[in-house]
């Protein structure tokens, strides 16, 4: 037997904690675990580990490929988070930096890191277990059937907590960070498995979204990258600059100037190809030229609003995201707002 991996259920971004009673067969809460969605598949044989987008994790988690056949008890396919965690005993709390330093090229580099920071997998659905496929099967059924096949398994593999109480996944939601958490997913339980559909719900403690490092413009000092452009894919599949990132560092200012020369266009000559930026009734004269990246790298960003096909401010930094794929970077991830008439609000 061999399963095949489908792309990972997904979830859309709620404001608040959803009440059970919207939904008609309830609701079921869960922290929201910080790391990298994972997907692993052990057919008896062999262990696989599929990610969110295109790229594989299963080299990047050796700790992890050994681990997951000694201690399953029969051969299933999981869905969760991959998760590191650091700090001393009775301080421990996710480490998001230790995680994504796992994505390296050097299979020694990962080796070691495997030993010094080993990897925990979180799992919160099950979609297959030995020949039966349970993707059809509402959550609640998956659950049961989760709950079975984990009871007695050790670490570095568990089970996702729950709770159908909304109170108790506020109470989460304002505790678990402290732990390096980032929120509660709530997820309707008569909902059979919808790879790549946005069926969940996600309460976060900001909003963010990932977004594709298009260029950057050079500082006004004349040295570094002083703010660097991101871009979101649109339904048909064209690639619309949404904002920049600015409020750099002076030192990572001439860092970012490294880490993405290997990303810039270059013509026939060798020379960085530049673009035009999008000009504002702010701009004026201003210099908008920028050079071009080669969309390729994904970045994960904080912003507080989106205005037409853009954010309304400059966005910050919040971390890299080497195990996303640029495609993957879609404006469906972000929070919507419902149209409502200003005549409404001003009577």
Do not use: N
Request: hydrophobic share 35%; charged share 30%; glycine share 8%.
């Amino acid at each position: 037997m061999r399963y095949e991996i489908p792309a990972p259920m997904l979830a859309k971004a709620s404001d608040t904690v959803p009440e059970p009673g919207r939904f008609p067969g309830g609701l079921l809460y869960e922290p929201k675990w910080d790391g990298f969605r994972g997907l692993v598949a052990w057919d008896g044989t062999d262990v696989e580990i599929g990610s969110r987008g295109a790229k594989p994790l299963t080299r990047y988690f050796p700790e992890l490929v050994e681990a997951i056949p000694r201690i399953l008890p029969e051969p299933c396919l999981l869905d969760g988070e991959i998760v590191v965690a650091t700090g001393p005993a009775g301080a421990q709390r996710l480490d998001w930096e230790a995680l994504s330093q796992r994505i390296h090229p050097a299979a020694s580099r990962v080796r070691t890191l495997s030993q010094e920071t080993p990897a925990m997998f979180i799992a919160f659905d099950v979609l297959a277990i030995g020949d039966e496929s349970l993707q059809d099967l509402p959550f609640a059924e998956r659950r049961r059937r989760l709950e079975g096949l984990l009871a007695v398994v050790p670490h570095p593999l568990h089970l996702s907590r729950t709770s159908t109480d909304p109170q108790t996944a506020r109470r989460w939601l304002a505790e678990f960070e402290g732990a390096g958490l980032d929120g509660v997913v709530a997820k309707p339980l008569d909902q059979p498995y919808a790879p790549g559909k946005r069926t969940l719900l996600k309460v976060k403690h900001h909003r963010t979204a990932d977004v594709v490092a298009l260029g950057y413009r050079v500082h006004k000092s004349g040295s570094g990258v002083g703010s660097l452009l991101v871009g979101l894919y649109d339904e048909e599949g064209t690639l619309r600059q949404v904002g920049g990132v600015a409020a750099w560092s002076d030192a990572m200012r001439q860092r970012l100037v490294e880490e993405l020369a290997p990303l810039v266009e270059r013509d026939s000559s060798g020379a960085a190809v530049t673009g035009e930026g999008e000009r504002s009734r702010f701009s004026g004269s201003k210099d908008t030229s920028f050079v071009r990246l080669r969309p390729e790298r994904v970045l994960e960003v904080r912003y507080d609003q989106l205005e037409g096909w853009r954010f309304r401010h400059t966005v910050q930094f919040e971390r890299w995201r080497d195990d996303r794929e640029p495609r993957s970077c879609t404006y469906a991830q972000l929070d919507t707002v419902d149209g409502y008439d200003l005549a409404d609000v001003i009577d």
